[in-house]
Nanobody, 122 residues
Framework: QVRLVESGGGLVQAGGSLRLSCAAS????????MGWFRQAPGKEREFVGS????????YYADFVKGRFTISRDNVKNTMYLQMNSLNPEDTAVYYC???????????????WGQGTQVTVTS
């Protein structure tokens, strides 16, 4: 069992930045492939980006366009999502998730956090 807790969400103006954290407890964090997802009201949950267990490789959705950066600290058992140049379309609940193997779909992420709200005003 892996417990994930997101933090760092909030209200920010367009063009601003936020840094989300995902703190993990339970099983060995460094064994897990980690991802960030988001869900806006009335929309399906969508992939934002992911990072392999070692932290040496990351993947991003096209809409990130170099604005977001994912990192992890396997000593602190924490993953981060640095979000810059935010716009109102980035408003959503942001979730972190963990998978023991490299996932090929959202359904293969086994553990999920409760989410943190990000609201971007124009």
């Amino acid at each position: 069992q892996v417990r994930l807790v997101e933090s760092g969400g909030g209200l920010v103006q367009a063009g601003g930045s936020l840094r989300l954290s995902c703190a993990a407890s339970g099983r060995t964090f460094s064994n897990y492939f980690m991802g960030w997802f988001r869900q806006a009201p009335g929309k399906e949950r969508e992939f934002v980006g992911s990072i392999i267990s070692s932290g040496l490789m990351t993947y991003y959705a096209d809409f990130v366009k170099g604005r977001f950066t994912i990192s992890r600290d396997n000593v602190k058992n924490t993953m981060y999502l640095q979000m810059n140049s935010l716009n109102p379309e980035d408003t959503a609940v942001y979730y972190c998730a963990a998978a023991l193997y490299v996932p090929t779909s959202i359904n293969e992420y086994r553990y999920w956090g409760q989410g943190t709200q990000v609201t971007v005003t124009s």
